[in-house]
């Protein structure tokens, strides 16, 4: 993942940061037990880890009392080190091997924007709809993690959903979300 890739992942998961109010930031989120809050503070630790465990200090983490200010902060640190290319294609361990920083952040990292993006748009009572191509790379992100998916801090196991809903359900439903949730 370039810094251009990254900046294209984070743009319609910040559109929603963005979209949420203030109050919406403490409202209960599809994780179980966490805020909308509490995602976006997952998604800036894992990074922040991430990168950290590879050597790149990403100085002290953003305020997130301001999320849309504090993400930002955060996703314009991230993408300046993806924009250097020794960064980018860095040999990290990567389930079970090694991998490029920019291709475990395109990878693990990219789906989980997407996946929270969903998350976050629900807990205020927003919808945020894939597209097709983005309902592809989720689909192959979930192929990819094989049984892993369903492992401490991926994935809770699958719900059922009938096997004619739509592809967006069916892809919530083997992340362990209920596609209608907050609806």
Do not use: K
């Not at 940061?17 to 976006?40: E, F, I, M, N």
């Not at 009572?125 to 991926?154: H, K, M, N, S």
């Amino acid at each position: 993942m370039s810094a251009a890739d990254y900046d294209r992942a984070n743009a319609p998961f910040m559109a929603v940061v963005d979209a949420l109010t203030p109050q919406d930031w403490s409202r209960p989120s599809p994780c179980d037990g966490w805020t909308a809050r509490d995602v976006l503070f997952h998604v800036v630790d894992t990074q922040r880890d991430v990168m950290m465990r590879a050597g790149h200090d990403l100085g002290m983490p953003p305020d997130l009392d301001d999320p849309p200010l504090g993400w930002r902060a955060h996703a314009e640190s991230v993408a300046r080190l993806l924009a250097d290319p020794v960064i980018a294609d860095q040999q990290v361990p990567a389930m079970g091997g090694t991998a490029a920083l920019g291709e475990v952040m395109t990878r693990f990292y990219g789906f989980d924007l997407l996946v929270h993006r969903w998350d976050l748009a629900r807990s205020a009572g927003l919808t945020a709809d894939w597209t097709d191509a983005e309902l592809d790379e989720i689909e192959a992100a979930l192929d990819g993690f094989g049984e892993q998916l369903y492992g401490e801090g991926i994935c809770r196991p699958a719900v059922p959903v009938p096997a004619d809903a739509p592809r967006p359900d069916r892809l919530l439903a083997r992340m362990g979300r209920d596609p209608h949730w907050g609806r």
